[in-house]
């Protein structure tokens, strides 16, 4: 299969890098920065001048531009047979208007995607050759359109909050003494086996597991209590989905 992105910024960059070897080819458009051209050479594929050359070319092609160039880039890209959308804030029935000639899928992954560790909310109906390279780039969720604002809120903006924990955890540990690059494997490697452990039991019960009664752990979830981290986290949620939406 043949993946075309129509757009280079961050978030086609996380999706080709997941996607490089395991498709035929990649090939890109930009705006004019040049951008296309550089994933071009890093990854192995090929910088086009036009989205009418990347509609021709591309089996699918990946609409990752934002979501105020969804008309122009419909525009240049007629004739496109098979569009999946990256699109923020952007409905199904939005898409299908604007390419009604196409399949449409629209799809909010998160930057997990460059490791083939992403989450893929998908909405549409993807045939089995898209949910294959879907499935290549992370776990899949099938979402009715509706909720993609509020599952965006948790999944598309939480690597950067799970980020900052894992910065701050690291920082108060160099802030201890500990070498910072030390601090930040120790969190880091720890943040992964948490995130394994989680798979299978209820956040509840680990915390519970981790903070035995007078404990140094307890004594450290008192003190998250204490300065409002879990409102700190819903405000954060909040804040995402209202920017969203406008
Ligand atoms: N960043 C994320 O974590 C994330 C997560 C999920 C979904 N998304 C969605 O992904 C989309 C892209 O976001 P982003 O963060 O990657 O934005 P970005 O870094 O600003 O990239 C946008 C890209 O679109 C290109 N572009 C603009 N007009 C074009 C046109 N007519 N034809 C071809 N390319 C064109 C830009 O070209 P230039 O390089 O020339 O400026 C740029 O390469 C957005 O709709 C966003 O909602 C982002």
Do not use: W
Not at 69 to 83: I, R
Not at 129 to 151: C, I, N, T, W, Y
């Amino acid at each position: 299969m043949i993946v075309g992105f129509c757009g280079s910024g961050n978030m086609a960059a996380a999706m080709a890098r997941g996607l490089a070897g395991q498709v035929d080819g990649l090939l890109f458009t930009d705006g004019g920065s040049g951008r296309a051209a550089d994933l071009a050479s890093e990854l192995g594929g090929e910088a086009l001048a036009s989205n009418g050359e990347l509609a021709e070319q591309a089996d699918v092609v990946v609409l990752a531009v934002k979501p105020a160039k969804l008309s122009d880039a419909a525009a240049e890209l007629g004739g496109v047979k098979v569009v999946v959308s990256l699109l923020g804030a952007t409905a199904l029935e939005t898409l299908r208007e604007a390419f009604p000639d196409a399949e449409v899928v629209r799809v909010m992954p998160n930057v997990g995607v460059e490791a083939r560790k992403g989450v893929l909310c998908v909405a549409g109906e993807p045939d089995s050759d898209v949910r294959k390279l879907l499935e290549g780039l992370g776990h899949v969720v099938e979402l009715p359109d509706s909720q993609f604002d509020a599952a965006t809120a948790v999944m598309g903006c939480s690597p950067a909050y799970l980020a900052l924990a894992v910065e701050a955890i690291a920082d108060a540990g160099t802030a201890d003494g500990l070498d910072p690059d030390l601090a930040r494997e120790l969190v880091v490697e720890t943040a992964a086996g948490t995130a394994e452990l989680l798979r299978a039991h209820d956040p509840a019960a680990l915390r519970r597991a981790v903070a035995s009664p007078g404990g140094s752990t307890e004594a450290g979830l008192e003190a998250l209590d204490r300065e409002g981290a879990r409102e700190a986290f819903e405000a954060a949620v909040r804040a995402s989905l209202e920017r969203m939406r406008g």
